[in-house]
């Protein structure tokens, strides 16, 4: 364990002693979690602790807003309570005082994820799979999100105080108009948005927000887990398709391999974006529904990486987003550059 691992599970037990009203330990100490992207993940068991909390678990550091905060835990705890494989979350704490960053103890979930990681040799390992059978698996994944409790769902919300309009689809625009600047060439991107957001869907759904093969789990033809519920929602399934094709069509971005490899992997996502629109697009209300919401995904990668400049961090799509200003571009008609 490294002296950063001592210290933050000194400071979990802490806080979990608190919570739970005993003198927890630890059967096994934090390890690193490997495979997420963009967050910090520590897989931990404990010793001594109530039989709900026994088994392997996982912490997760974020660095959102309290109210982000909540309503990830709230969306993805809503999800489980609606029939859906996520997480049960055992604890959401969303100050930074007690870690230094806000974050959420969840169960792990069994399985492998359908692509094993960001890492290329994982990439390359898992590449042919994903070309072969990615689109019949999202599309699994997606149905099963259409089947779920929506009922649950809201009730669950309920019970952590953030509301139906707070966890909606709509919720990524009011986030993206709070985040970037007024006055500037955003305004053009978010007044498209704002004038061409689609109606109510004619059936809402539990919207994952993030269907990129790392975050779904399975076990041969099983979906055993859908993990990272940070984009979430309950509202338009369409958002699910057209947040997804743009990490499809813009890859490799944003870890971009060497050019020749770079090319051939980036042709195979545009292959795959289109696989998926012709499955699930008809589904989910049609092209220009879809469409939006391939728009509303280029902002607001676009827009956290201004969020993340401003909190002195770079994110990893800092490097994808000319990608992302181009793929917007083509999709709004737009002639829009960014900074």
């Not at 934090?30 to 912490?59: D, I, N, Q």
């Not at 390992?125 to 997606?142: A, G, H, M």
Request: hydrophobic residues 40%; glycine residues 10%.
């Amino acid at each position: 364990m490294t002296g950063r691992e001592v210290d933050l599970g000194e400071a979990l037990r802490a806080v979990l002693h608190s919570a739970l009203d005993c003198n927890v330990g630890y059967a096994r100490n934090l390890r690193p979690l490997k495979g997420g992207a963009f967050s910090e993940m520590f897989t931990f068991e404990l010793a001594a602790a109530p039989p709900e909390w026994s088994g392997r678990l996982v912490l997760r550091l974020m660095s959102w807003s309290e109210m982000q905060v909540r309503t990830e835990a709230a969306v993805q705890d809503g999800a489980r309570s609606a029939g859906l494989p996520a997480p049960r979350v055992l604890l959401v704490e969303p100050s930074s005082a007690p870690l230094g960053s806000p974050f959420m103890v969840m169960e792990f979930v069994e399985g492998r994820p359908f692509l094993g990681g960001i890492g290329w040799y994982r990439f390359a390992q898992d590449f042919p799979k994903v070309v072969r059978s990615w689109p019949e698996t999202f599309t699994r994944t997606l149905a099963l999100l259409a089947d779920a409790d929506i009922a649950s769902a809201f009730e669950t919300l309920a019970r952590h105080g953030v509301t139906p309009e707070a966890a909606g689809t709509s919720r990524h625009l009011r986030w993206v108009e709070q985040t970037l600047p007024g006055g500037t060439v955003y305004d053009g991107a978010v007044k498209w948005l704002r004038a061409n957001q689609p109606p109510p869907p004619d059936r809402t759904c539990v919207v994952h927000g993030d269907l990129w093969p790392s975050n779904v789990f399975t076990r041969g033809d099983q979906i055993t887990g859908l993990v990272d519920w940070t984009t979430g929602a309950i509202g338009d399934p369409a958002l699910d398709v057209g947040f997804a094709k743009v990490g499809l069509a813009l890859m490799p971005e944003p870890f971009p391999p060497p050019p020749p490899i770079r090319r051939l992997i980036h042709g195979a996502g545009v292959r795959l974006a289109g696989q998926i629109h012709e499955r699930c697009a008809p589904l989910v209300g049609g092209d220009d529904r879809v469409g939006y919401y391939e728009a509303l995904r280029c902002m607001v990668q676009i827009a956290v990486v201004h969020h993340e400049r401003r909190q002195g961090r770079r994110n990893g799509w800092e490097h994808g987003v000319p990608a992302l200003v181009e793929h917007l571009n083509t999709i709004t008609g737009l002639r829009l550059e960014f900074e």
